[in-house]
């Protein structure tokens, strides 16, 4: 009888248990949860903030899957250690679990700064985080959003849908500036100060003091003041890869083959702790996404159990909704370097935005913005393009 | 399971599916008012003198269902068909990027095809004149295998 540990309690997690239980009924498969609760969508965090989903909707599975699916869950711990020589996860009590194959689905956790300023701060990960934000905002709290990438601009959008008020201070030129090119942040960053939120970019959250009257106030790096009665870091996210060998691991993550293999048998790594092929920079990267993490964790899955599948490989993309405005965008679409063997088409309107990115005749990008209804094609073009001829 | 198989190329574009689609959905009893019928769930299109019919083929491994973050799509065990619960979903444009059928539209919430799954065939299918839609439910379970190779997946891509 195999047995199989799994690091972390989410959806790559879960999908890789599923997987492993699809082909083998008999082995012991045990997980191990940071959190004290079932796995929630942790992407629907901004819609529970926003209103948009109840707390039993966020829930991936139930009481009676894990029941069906036989798996021995340890709630409220974490690994600290695999011991590769005895094939042993280590816990934080010490208690020791054997294993045959290991899965590190261990997500991330949020990249904070919360030493430098003395007023309630968080990062957006958990639902307890979640809650915080949302009694700080119902007590009429100012609430100040550190970091323009799409964590910040779905709390953005959030909070304003909910009524409350929200300000950006973004330390790059311009919101979204990992994911847009300039033209695309500059529609978006306009239709959201349109919808009353307040964005501030190119600068950076100095110190928070308190004034005479007790209030607490923001001070910027170019020296203004704003009221602020909590930070939110939404600022990227690291991986949890501490009890990983660290010659497995890249800066941001576990280095894994097609197999979503790491580099030391029989242990695995899926979802957002994983750094995988993607396609288009041709190059390892640690794409955070929710549909790779559930691809990364079946075939995990399906591979610990004794399969042989092949990931075809990552495609950075990402689509949200901005107060209205659909933006979908996937592959190269902000080049910073190399420009010269990028090719674009560009079409502009009034209320539609849409780029094709090509490189050598190939598409490598697109961003869509307004009408995304082409972009499950496109997509379907770019994996096509590039292909890797195996 | 049903399979669904679209050949745009004999699409004349009468947007016959498109009707029969939007009264099939709109037949409940003391509702019959033509602006109470709802959107049709097949999408017609026409571009360059070439028609597009956009519906979902209710993939035998889809992304879509990978991709949603909501758990809103799932696969209906007993009949194969891709379906959507339209209260938990939220309306973030997953699907959308994922389907390379285009199968999807977003109001509110996502609309996409139920495969009729009180007629024998979906109507859709029945209606066109052309055969440009067709649509097959066959008895019981095929293996994933055979069901690949009969469903048009030429472009998907989907994982196994």
């Not at chain 1, 300023?117 to 100012?142: F, P, Y």
């Not at chain 1, 973004?170 to 033209?183: N, P, T, Y």
């Not at chain 1, 750094?275 to 794409?287: D, L, P, R």
Request: glycine content about 10%; overall charge positive; proline content about 3%.
């Amino acid at each position: 009888m195999k047995k199989y540990v799994i690091l972390g309690n989410s959806i790559a997690a879960l999908t890789a248990v599923r997987a492993i239980r699809s082909m083998d009924k008999e082995g012991q498969v045990t997980v191990v949860s940071a959190e004290n609760h079932l796995p929630y969508s942790k992407v629907l965090l901004t819609h529970y903030i926003a209103g948009h989903v109840k707390v039993n909707n966020m829930y991936l599975t139930s009481p009676e899957e894990i029941k069906r699916l036989g798996v021995n869950v340890i709630y409220g711990t974490k690994a600290v250690g695999i011991n590769i020589s005895t094939r042993e996860v280590i816990l934080e009590n010490g208690r020791c679990i054997a294993f045959d194959s290991v899965l590190a689905a261990t997500g991330g956790s949020p990249v904070s700064e919360s030493d430098s300023v003395n007023c309630i701060s968080t990062g957006l990960r958990t639902i307890e985080d979640a809650n915080l934000i949302i009694k700080t905002a119902n007590s009429g709290g100012k609430i100040l959003i550190a970091g323009g990438g799409l964590v910040g601009v779905k709390l953005a959008c959030a909070l304003n849908e909910a009524g409350y008020n929200a300000e950006m201070v973004i330390k790059s030129g311009h919101i979204l500036s990992k994911v847009a090119d300039d033209e695309a942040a500059l529609r978006i960053q306009l239709h959201m100060q349109s919808k009353g939120i307040c964005i501030r970019t190119g600068v950076d959250i100095e110190r928070v003091e308190e004034d005479d009257h007790g209030r607490k106030i923001a001070v910027l790096s170019d020296g203004q003041k704003t009221e602020c009665d909590m930070v939110v870091y939404c600022k990227g996210v690291r991986p949890n890869m501490h009890f990983i060998d660290k010659s497995a691991c890249d800066r941001d993550g576990i280095i894994t083959n097609k197999f979503m293999m790491a580099q030391m048998p029989g242990i695995y790594a899926a979802g957002d702790v994983a750094c995988t092929m993607e396609i288009t920079e041709n190059a390892y990267h640690n794409i955070s996404i929710w549909p790779n993490a559930v691809e990364q964790g079946r075939i995990a899955g399906l591979n610990m159990a004794g399969g042989k599948y092949e990931y075809r490989g990552s495609l950075s993309r990402n689509s949200l909704e901005i107060l209205g405005l659909p933006f979908i965008r996937m592959g190269i679409t902000n080049a910073k370097g190399a420009q010269k063997e990028l090719d674009y088409e560009i079409e502009s309107e009034n209320n539609t935005y849409k780029k094709l990115v090509y490189r050598k005749g190939k598409m490598v990008g697109a961003l869509l913005l307004g009408d995304v209804y082409e972009a499950g094609r496109l997509q379907s073009v770019i994996r096509e393009n590039n292909k890797k001829l195996t | 399971m049903l399979t669904i198989k679209v050949d745009e190329s004999k699409c004349t574009g009468c947007g016959k599916c498109a009707a029969v689609c939007s009264l099939s959905h709109g037949m409940e009893k003391g509702k019959r008012s033509i602006d109470l019928l709802p959107k049709p769930l097949v999408f017609l299109e026409s571009r360059d003198q070439k028609n597009s019919i956009s519906i979902c083929r209710h993939c035998e491994s889809p992304v879509c269902v990978n991709a949603c973050v909501a758990n809103a799509l799932y696969i209906d065990d007993n009949t194969g068909v891709v379906g959507i619960d339209r209260e938990k979903c939220v309306g973030c444009w997953s699907c959308v990027m994922e389907c390379p059928f285009n199968a999807f539209r977003i109001s509110t919430s996502a609309a996409k095809c139920d495969g009729c799954s009180d007629w024998d065939k979906p109507l859709c299918a029945s209606f066109c004149p052309e055969g440009a839609i067709t649509a097959e439910r066959s008895p019981g379970r095929m293996s994933a295998f055979k069901r690949r190779k009969r469903a048009v997946l030429s472009n998907c891509g989907g994982t196994r």
